[in-house]
């Protein structure tokens, strides 16, 4: 036999009985969906709920300040009241405005056709807490300090990311850059931000430099605190920084630990209701599997009833029973080895089990009405031969 001819006959047997095959290749398909489903599904919602517990995000406050037409509603210093709360690790105010953002910064004073030697960035200032607060590093230089601030020093210290748009790659010479007509030394590079990473592509000057630009004012506090204290600083942050103005601040704080719990919980329960549901229409489609079949190996006998007086009706709801009765066989068995094996493995990882009596006592019910469903078409089936066909 040729292999034309063998793919033929094959494709002759798959059509011959088409629903059959329509049944079988279904099983196979909710069975790799199934595969996919779990190894896809697991890591998603692992990966969800490792994030829900993620001590960075658990422990980073961000207090957003208003603009206000008389006096700034923060002052510069008011960080330092901030960092003598208990549970704050670090702290640092930052002034950002819309004038500040897309200025021409270029890294020295002559002008090459051939090359773009101008790149607009964003200007901020901060308080000399700023590495720490935004989770990063200086990965050469320094900071500025207190000294650069109160003399008004031209100094600047630019992202990791805006050093490479820039070419500077060394500090040890004092490099320069110009923001507009004037020069400011940079004296240090700060990356590897785990907060605000919009700051390696940004130029940071002292805030008595930063008026130049228009940043007079605090626009928000970046507070870091201790694994547990993040709800407690929420609320004691705003009246630190602005006493009597503390309700005009908006804060952005983590959500509580019980909060987290349960949205972790309800992740783990929406991830193994969907393996569930999934695994119940995998049964369905084997009892409708061995239903039509028992259907076809059983047509003598369907022909003979028919012919002694039984009614399409009586062949249908024998079918039925029968699917009902194995989903319903199976939904027993399957919620006592279910709960066996949950105390198994809560006994073999020292677990305390948790188990849902309603789900034991609907778990029967259920497999009874996935076998009745998965039973509807070979019941249709067999009421719907005629006795003559049948027992011929």
Do not use: C
């Not at 709800?231 to 983590?254: C, E, K, Y």
């Not at 198994?344 to 990882?349: C, F, L, N, Y």
């Amino acid at each position: 036999m040729h292999v034309h001819d063998l793919i033929g006959e094959a494709l002759a047997g798959m059509l011959a009985k088409p629903v059959r095959s329509a049944l079988t290749t279904l099983g196979t398909v909710l069975g790799i969906t199934t595969l996919v489903v779990t190894v896809g599904v697991a890591a998603t919602a692992g990966n969800q709920i490792v994030g829900r517990f993620d001590e960075l995000v658990a422990t980073a406050i961000t207090v957003e300040v208003p603009e206000s037409e008389h006096t700034p509603l923060v002052e510069w210093d008011a960080v330092d009241r901030v960092t003598r709360l208990r549970g704050v690790e670090s702290a640092a105010a930052v002034a950002e405005s819309k004038d500040s953002t897309n200025l021409s910064v270029r890294s020295n004073d002559i002008v090459d056709p051939t090359r773009v030697t101008t790149q607009s960035m964003t200007v901020l200032t901060a308080t000399v807490g700023l590495p720490e607060a935004a989770r990063g590093r200086m990965v050469q230089g320094r900071f500025y300090d207190t000294g650069h601030i109160r003399r008004g020093d031209r100094v600047a210290v630019i992202g990791d990311r805006a050093a490479q748009q820039l070419g500077i790659t060394r500090l040890d010479r004092s490099p320069a850059i110009f923001i507009g007509k004037h020069a400011y030394t940079v004296i240090g590079i700060i990356g590897d931000l785990r907060r605000e990473r919009n700051l390696s592509t940004a130029v940071i000057v002292p805030p008595t430099v930063g008026r130049r630009f228009g940043l007079r004012d605090v626009t928000r506090v970046l507070v870091n605190t201790s694994l547990g204290a993040a709800d407690l600083i929420a609320r004691q942050a705003p009246a630190a920084l602005s006493p009597g103005n503390g309700d005009m601040l908006q804060v952005v704080a983590p959500p509580s630990p019980t909060r987290a719990r349960d949205k972790a919980q309800d992740d783990v329960n929406a991830l193994f209701l969907i393996l569930g549901l999934v695994s119940l229409v995998v049964g369905a489609v084997g009892i409708a599997n061995v239903t039509l079949v028992t259907v076809m190996e059983r047509v003598p006998e369907i022909g003979l009833r028919r012919s002694l007086g039984a009614a399409r009706r009586h062949i249908a709801a024998q079918f039925l029973l029968e699917s009902t009765l194995i989903g319903l066989t199976g939904g027993v068995i399957g919620a006592g080895v279910g709960v066996v094996t949950v105390v198994a493995v809560s006994a073999a990882k020292q677990w305390t089990p948790l188990l849902d009596v309603r789900l034991a006592i609907a778990a029967p019910i259920a497999g009874a009405v996935v076998g009745l469903l998965a039973g509807l078409y070979p019941a249709l089936r067999a009421a719907r031969m005629e006795p003559v066909d049948a027992l011929r």
